[in-house]
Every structure is written in structure tokens, then in C-alpha cells.
């Protein structure tokens, strides 16, 4: 059956968005929508991405904690800097070193750091596995790589990885 329809649910979502879109029950586009249920599924097999299991759900929900309160608290600090401050705002970019493998996990943390207001996820250097991160106003470049490999990194390996170090 996997062979047939790789992704039910997708079928089944893709049959029904046709025939709503179409506003029709005739014969022609329940068949028409059929094929398409079936056949896109299967070309798009290749693109879906690898399925990781989530093997602390409590642990999630804590990092998700701390990253909506690093999120408000950033949303401050950055409206604070934008409105009131005079001085030169000190915008650079620094390298943290990721030991998190996992690309589900890559994913969460790039979601997460791209979300808090004055931080941007560049890229990760593919000689060093170090995450390259802009921040709007830099001020001490440790507690930064501090903060991402503790609040962050460490918790999304406890989530996504069987082993951590």
C-alpha cells in the first residue's frame, strides 16, 4: 500500500482540495482528482523531508517556553534600540560551534533563532560546523554562544538525538 499511496493523509487532503476547488462531485473530477492523489504523492516522495521521532515531548515543551520568553524579552530590547538609542548600534557576526547533527533539529533551532527579533541564522560553515549568526547589537559574544548551546542546542539533542554529550 505504501508503494501505491505514499502518504495517505496527503492523498486524501489533495483529493478533497480538488473537489473544492472544482465545487463539483461529477464522475470526471473525482476521477481526475484520484489520479492526481495518487500520482502527486509519488513524484513528491523524494522531497518530503526525513521523519524524526520527538523522544522528549516534556523537554520540548520547556524549550519552547524559554524561547517565547527570549522572544518577548528580544522584542524589547530591539524596539528599545530602534526608538530611544543615539549611540552606534554594534551589528556583527559570530560563530557558535554546533554539535547538534540531526536536521529536524537544525531546522527547530534555525526557526527558533530566526523568530527572536535581532538575531539572524546566516548559515552553517560546512569546514567547521559552526553556526554563523548575525546579531542586530552585540555585546558580549559569549553569552550568546553561551545561551544558544545551553537554552537551545543542548535540549534539541535531548529532543532528537538518542545520545547526548
Known amino acids: 500500500m505504501k508503494a501505491i499511496l505514499p ?11 480538488w473537489l473544492l476547488l472544482n465545487q463539483t462531485m461529477a ?7 484520484t489520479v492526481l492523489a495518487i500520482v502527486v504523492p509519488l513524484f513528491t516522495a523524494p522531497l518530503q523531508p526525513v521523519h524524526s521521532r520527538i523522544l522528549k515531548p516534556l523537554v520540548l515543551f520547556r524549550l519552547l517556553g524559554w524561547a517565547l520568553i527570549e522572544i518577548v524579552r528580544s522584542c524589547f530590547n530591539v524596539s528599545q534600540i530602534i526608538l530611544f538609542r543615539q549611540q552606534k548600534i554594534n551589528s556583527q557576526f559570530i560563530r557558535i560551534p554546533l554539535d547538534l547533527r540531526n536536521p529536524a533539529g537544525l531546522a527547530v533551532l534555525s526557526c527558533l533563532i530566526n523568530s527572536t527579533p535581532g538575531t539572524v541564522w546566516v548559515e552553517i560553515l560546512p569546514d567547521s560546523q559552526e553556526l554563523s549568526l548575525h546579531v542586530f547589537d552585540l ?5 550568546w554562544i553561551d545561551t544558544i548551546k545551553q537554552r537551545y542546542e543542548q535540549p534539541l539533542r535531548e529532543i532528537f538525538e538518542t545520545e547526548t554529550a
Open 139 to 143: 555585546h558580549d559574544a559569549q553569552w
Open 7 to 17: 502518504s495517505p493523509i496527503l492523498s486524501l487532503a489533495l483529493l478533497l482540495i
Open 27 to 33: 464522475v470526471a473530477h473525482l476521477l481526475f482528482g
